[in-house]
């Protein structure tokens, strides 16, 4: 197998790294999900500025605003977007909507809401988990009563990143309470400004307010917006966990900071810092090996990419590199702290902080990544049914 790029695309590299270069801040040090109030309104310009490129999904169908490009050069687009950590309001939109609504929703759907997403004026957010149904999904309890033209939505949603930003919602809700759990459930988008839906904040560990409660009470939205049909819902919705659990990107953010750590050890050592938390044998062997596994979670997310080239929706294929990629980011945050010593742990905005304090931040953050999207438990059990055939048990 060739894993180069065609000259082509390299040339779409290119152009896609000297506009960002030129756009996004040198200072700019903050990931997809980081997007505060201080920086929510760069963010989304920067979003309107890809839109009006035709960078927001270029290999979309012409037919509802995309440009038909060829899914590689998205491909190289996610990976350069994800390097720089270019600020992408639209990313939810991008990588669990659109695909989902691409592949089950009505025409009228997709005329609806993919133009949206790719003028980067819609944001999206998730309605999956509930304060009791989490790893285990199928558990979910909230309701959606068929009334006439409409359903009527009621329970709570938890951990819906910028739910407090978002324009639309795309959740999952049981519509048949006395089918076996996953055969009784729906899947909707819903508007969020829609009446009786209320967000509140989630602080996370590292002090940032990106997720959030959604509450819905008697919330009315048409039947229109089922996605599907009724009570067959849990297989779209893991449908969308297939497209978030892809990490096309995560690869290229990865060795992003890896590149950015390896350039710290080298000015330490060439301004003879002492203050370096490990020998520098053991640095050097410890950066290599992270170097080396990086490598193989990029290969790993080829091979996902090089499905969607081909129209088929990964499974256990996504689910092997979103565990390697979450758990990969826990490392390279770990070796970054490590390094660094106590002063790994001081946080951006303090002149002791360095590299403005992200592998304080990112060690902290990464809890979550083996966590959201399916905790790597799941992930291992979904690579070994469905992947190697294991039974069950």
């Not at 979309?60 to 060829?70: C, F, K, N, V």
């Not at 917006?225 to 067959?232: D, I, P, S, T």
Request: charged letters at 25%.
């Amino acid at each position: 197998m060739d894993y180069r790029f065609t000259p082509e695309e390299e040339a779409f590299r290119s152009e896609i790294q000297t506009f960002l270069k030129a756009e996004v801040p040198a200072d700019w040090d903050f990931d997809p999900f980081e997007l505060r109030e201080d920086t929510w309104d760069f963010a989304h310009s920067f979003t309107r500025k890809l839109a009006g490129k035709g960078w927001i999904a270029p290999a979309w169908p012409a037919e509802y605003g995309g440009q038909d490009l060829p899914f590689m050069k998205q491909v190289v687009l996610s990976e350069e977007l994800a390097y720089f950590r270019a600020p992408n309001t639209a990313i939810i939109g991008i990588n669990y909507a659109g695909p989902t609504l691409m592949v089950y929703g009505t025409e009228e759907q997709k005329k609806e809401l993919i133009p949206d997403i790719l003028s980067g004026d819609i944001i999206w957010c998730q309605g999956y988990s509930e304060p009791n149904a989490g790893s285990d999904l199928a558990s979910l309890e909230m309701r959606a009563v068929k009334d006439g033209d409409d359903y009527v939505l009621n329970g709570t949603k938890v951990w819906s990143s910028n739910a407090h930003k978002a324009n639309w919602c795309f959740l999952m809700a049981r519509t048949d309470p006395d089918a076996p759990k996953h055969k009784g459930i729906s899947y909707f988008v819903t508007p969020m400004d829609t009446p009786g839906i209320t967000v509140r904040p989630l602080i996370n560990m590292a002090n940032e307010h990106i997720f959030n409660e959604i509450i819905f009470e008697d919330v009315r939205i048409p039947a229109r917006y089922l996605v599907g049909e009724e009570n067959r819902g849990w297989y779209i919705g893991m449908t969308t966990l297939d497209f978030e659990r892809s990490n096309i990107s995560s690869g290229a953010s990865y060795r992003r900071s890896l590149d950015t750590l390896i350039g710290y050890v080298k000015d330490c050592q060439a301004n003879g810092d002492g203050g370096l938390g490990k020998a520098p044998r053991t640095i050097s062997t410890a950066l290599a090996d992270l170097a080396v596994e990086n490598q193989v979670g990029r290969y790993l997310s080829y091979r996902v990419a090089s499905m969607q080239d081909r129209g088929q929706i990964p499974n256990y294929e996504s689910s092997a590199a979103k565990l390697y990629h979450s758990e990969y980011g826990q490392k390279l945050s770990r070796l970054g702290l490590g390094i660094m010593g106590l002063y790994g742990q001081v946080a951006e905005g303090s002149k002791h902080a360095r590299l403005q304090g992200r592998f304080a931040r990112t060690y902290v953050t990464s809890v979550g990544t083996t966590i959201a999207a399916g905790t790597s438990e799941i992930q291992r059990g979904i690579i070994a049914g469905r992947g190697l055939g294991l039974p069950r048990g």
